[in-house]
């Protein structure tokens, strides 16, 4: 219909336009362009997101004054920790690890935030860690409540079917940290993005099949997996 996924670099070159912005969102810089470019935004950021954005960008204003550091548990290079970062004008530390994490100053003080789709277990225990060698620390909740809720109750669907298929994009960050999740409680669990990625000699009579996906999966990709299924299996 049109839609042309656009880099930074295309959006410098990219004038009187309309953009759309991703539900990861965007470092401040993006705006300041699409104003100097006279772009038309039409701004999908996620309202969870945005919060967190306003969040990091007022904690960093007030702890580097007391020459604190601002940390990001996060994938770098992702899109939603890019912009998390841009709300400290480049200056947040992105940690991925308890071994990241003990690269840190803990001679400075420390405010600790979660890129809204990581494992509550991960960050739970890189948050022990910091904590235990500064005490003081700020650590934020950051992650998605639903992003949490579903690492729950993943756990027990895939634990209670023979097969999991779990329907998602390669790129998705989330996807991985899910699909991983998936396959440590089942150990048949296959990622795939369409039906045409289907082997039908994954299923045995007896089986039950769990679909499942991502917390940007959509609905209707999760229904065509089915409907793809159930007509294979009935014949």
């Known amino acids: 219909k049109g ?51 306003e969040r990091v960008k007022a904690v960093y204003e007030s702890i580097t004054a007391s020459g604190g550091q601002v940390v990001i548990f996060g994938k770098k290079g992702h899109a939603e920790v890019n912009g998390l970062v841009g709300q400290t004008s480049g200056n947040a530390i992105v940690i991925d690890s308890v071994e990241s994490a003990a690269s840190l100053d803990f001679s400075r003080p420390i405010a600790l935030f979660s890129q809204t789709t990581k494992d509550p277990d991960d960050y739970k225990a890189i948050s022990n860690f910091i904590i235990q060698r500064q005490p003081e620390a700020k650590v934020f909740d950051t992650i998605c409540k639903q992003v949490a809720q579903r690492h729950k109750n993943l756990a ?26 998936c396959h440590s409680f089942n150990p048949s669990s296959h990622w795939l993005e369409e039906t045409s990625q289907i082997d039908l000699k994954w299923f045995k009579d007896g089986d039950t099949v769990g679909i499942c996906g991502a917390t940007s999966t959509p609905k209707w990709q999760l229904e065509e997996i089915f409907l793809y299924l159930q007509d294979k299996i009935s014949k």
């Open 156 to 181: 027990e669907f895939t634990s209670s079917h023979s097969v999991i298929l779990f329907v998602s994009g390669r790129e998705s960050s989330n996807g991985k940290v899910l699909f991983d999740l």
């Open 3 to 53: 839609l042309k996924i656009l880099s930074i670099d295309d959006v410098r070159n990219l004038h009187n336009e309309t953009i759309l912005i991703r539900a990861h969102g965007e470092p401040p810089a993006t705006y300041h362009l699409a104003r100097e470019n006279n772009l038309d935004i039409i701004d999908c950021t996620c309202p969870v997101v945005l919060k967190l954005q």
